[in-house]
């Protein structure tokens, strides 16, 4: 059992360039979520999936696309990468839209934008 | 006024000893209370949710809750070196009741053999 799985582990870019970060949980769960976690920030929401076909900002949008592809998958893209992106990015899932029960975490993608 | 807001530390206790760590929250109608920790370059995990006042334990671990206070708390009796970690306070079920959990900066626990 898997949980939560992301690609890459790791990835560099340059300012302007674009790519998509991919997230899949085998838990049959219906939310999914993208934070960021910056020193001194904490973990930010990006945005989130309640169920299957929906999708909703969170704290900071701004630069990010996602797509709920099916239950199973949720991206998160960068159209044009700035520095200001450059963090670690959380993929996670909880099973209902509530999220009472918590979160299941992804291992996470660290992402350096020069 | 940060929504959940803990000390950054760090914490730093000897080995054998507890641990408290304190989160408080602003959303006073908020319903499920939740405990992650995170080793440095890992993803969180989570270790304790809490939904009623109380104590709840589990092993080594005690989640508190008072929401009258709005105060939660977590303590590590026995603190192991394997304990040092960061660990990150969440909560759920705010006025908005959009099932985001909203996270603390985190605490990060020293515990020193």
């Known amino acids: 059992n898997a949980g939560v799985t992301q690609t890459p582990k790791f990835q560099v870019l340059k300012t302007g360039q674009s790519m998509t970060l991919q997230c899949a949980q085998d838990m049959n769960h219906n939310s999914m979520y993208w934070y960021r976690q910056d020193p001194g920030m904490g973990l930010r929401l990006i945005y989130y999936?309640?169920?299957?076909?929906?999708?909703d900002k969170g704290e900071v949008p701004n630069g990010y696309n996602v797509s709920r592809l099916n239950k199973r998958e949720f991206s998160l893209r960068l159209e044009s990468a700035a520095p200001s992106q450059t963090s670690v990015y959380f993929c996670?899932?909880?099973?209902?839209?509530?999220?009472?029960?918590?979160?299941?975490f992804g291992s996470g993608t660290r992402l350096t934008v020069v | 006024q940060k929504e959940v807001e803990q000390n950054s530390g760090p914490l730093s206790v000897p080995e054998g000893a507890i641990a408290s760590l304190n989160c408080t929250y602003s959303d006073r109608v908020s319903q499920s209370f939740f405990w992650y920790r995170q080793y440095s370059g890992k993803s969180p995990e989570l270790i304790m949710s809490i939904y009623s006042n109380g104590d709840k334990e589990d092993g080594r671990f005690t989640a508190q809750l008072n929401k009258a206070s709005q105060y939660v708390s977590l303590l590590i009796r026995d603190s192991q070196p394997s304990d040092s970690a960061t660990y990150l306070c969440?909560?759920?079920?705010?006025?908005?009741?959009?099932?985001?959990?909203?996270f603390g900066q985190g605490t990060t626990l020293q515990v020193k053999p």
């Open positions: 996670a899932s909880s099973p209902q839209r509530s999220a009472i029960y918590g979160y299941t």
């Open positions: 999936s309640a169920s299957e076909g929906t999708t």
């Open positions: 969440a909560v759920n079920g705010g006025s908005s009741n959009t099932g985001k959990l909203i």
